[in-house]
């Protein structure tokens, strides 16, 4: 794992970089890359974890080749979230903090992503999609790899 | 009313992906004016004069800012522009980077000679990550045109995390930590990233910065009013029939923003400011929006008469507590007990003890927490109990033979 993200020559202070890095690399950031990353930044175990820990896009634990997140925030909820939130139940089987039994979805709630004109709003990956209905849903989630 | 477009000029005007088309709109104009024809100390004296605030939601006095910055010892200082953006119902920065964010590095560039500083940050929230290519090749063809020989910016991604719209939390994000909340003194402008002097600008602060250079200090004075100069961009969201980014000159009235423009209907409460900001009941629509008054980052979230105004503040109180940064003692318990306690109340389980409760842990808050998310947590809380006082009472357990306990 290691070879993947070389933290050859990097500081303390790249650290969330090369989380970062990590995460998209291996869609989750695994103990004992954490373990091998603070040897080599010479800090300790716990201060990389709970850097990764804080940071709600970073994790620590196994996702979904596809990371949806729908937006559950005062405009999104004024827009019918919760309707948006149950499509999604639905169509992968799987409710929020879930990932689906394939690996191909994780499904996340989240705090306000700065689509309020476009409400309900939900990511998938990185993308951003918005006035949302039960039949966009389906197309999105139908277009996932 | 109608807008006044100063900070959004060329937004859907221009096209953001080619600086030919900024160039055509006075582009990299008041850069030129600032290297060629002013001193560091003038472009600061007219940021100054100007009378700009932040339009973060802090409204701190801009040119004070600059101004300590570089007067400060040393050669390493940085410019940050924080597009964190992630007040509960904001978008007007997301707006900006996509439509023009060519006048962002101008302002930014412009900051950087007047402080002395040769390397600046736009820190993006990872929710804007689809922006992040845009931004990249804006800076690019910037630099390709010869306009940042005097600096080098960089994007710096975050990871999640409402806190690190926090200037001091956003430096120990940039630094690798977790993003919390430093103890001040010292303030950026003297000790900053990594110990540096440093600025840290809202997106919407920057833009303003190029107009101010080319028409002079005395044209931005005759927009706003007294202590509120200029315009301010709000981001209008909820029950609205046009939700969208609209440019008011500062002390507007809330009603123009949110009847006039957004066309809301059978208004009970307006939140202004986002999850930390001031609750308005309908009977106070004619509020000025200004620092003066009411005024925040510009989030304006509009509730008609079917909302429930425990729920509103409930689901506020969820967020804060999920997103206090943990540091402070204030914050960290205080945001977990009102959210319990009002969990309760939006299940009719309240108690007379809890309204004491809420009322003195307000104080508490806003006396000691270590930053804005601390102190200004309470305030939806504070401003409902003033305004919606019944609510509370009806949500209260009646015991045995209707005594209230």
Known sequence: ?145 | MPQKRIVLRNCEVIDPKRITTFLATDGFKALKKAWDEMTQEEVIEEIKASGLRGRGGAGFPCGLKWDLARKAPGDEKYVICNADEGEVGTFKDRYVLENDPFTLIEGIAIAAYAVGAKQGYIYLRAEYHYLLDLLTKAIGQTRERGFLHHLDIDMYEGAGAYVCGEESALMDSIEGKRGEVRYRPPFPPTQGLRGKPTIINNVETLMNIPQIILNGARWFNQIGTERSKGTKVFSVSGDVKKPGVYELVLGSHLKELVEGLALAEKVKMVQVGGATGRIIPYEMIDTPLAFENILGAGAVTVFDESRDVIDVVYRTMEFLAEESCGKCSPCREGTEVMAETLERFSKGEGTERDIITLEQLSQAMMLSSLCGLGQAAPTPVTDSLQYFRDDYESRIKQKQGGTVR
């Open chain 1, 1 to 145: 794992m290691s070879k993947m993200i070389s933290a050859q020559g990097k500081r303390q202070e790249d650290l969330l970089i090369l989380l970062e890095e990590a995460q998209n690399k291996l869609g989750y950031l695994p103990k004992e890359f954490m373990t091998e990353l603070a040897k080599s930044l010479d800090m300790s175990v716990s201060d990389v974890y709970g850097v990764a820990t804080f940071y709600s896009f970073l994790a620590t634990k196994p996702r979904g080749r596809n990371v949806i997140r729908v937006c559950r925030s005062l405009p999104c909820f004024l827009k019918n979230s919760q309707t948006i939130i149950e499509s999604i139940e639905r169509e992968i089987g799987i409710k929020p903090s879930e990932t689906t039994p394939d690996g191909k979805f994780s499904f996340e709630l989240t705090n306000c992503i700065g689509a309020c004109d476009k409400a309900p709003a939900m990511m998938s990956n990185n993308d951003v999609y918005g006035d949302l209905t039960p039949r966009k849903i389906s197309q999105i989630l139908k277009a996932c790899e």
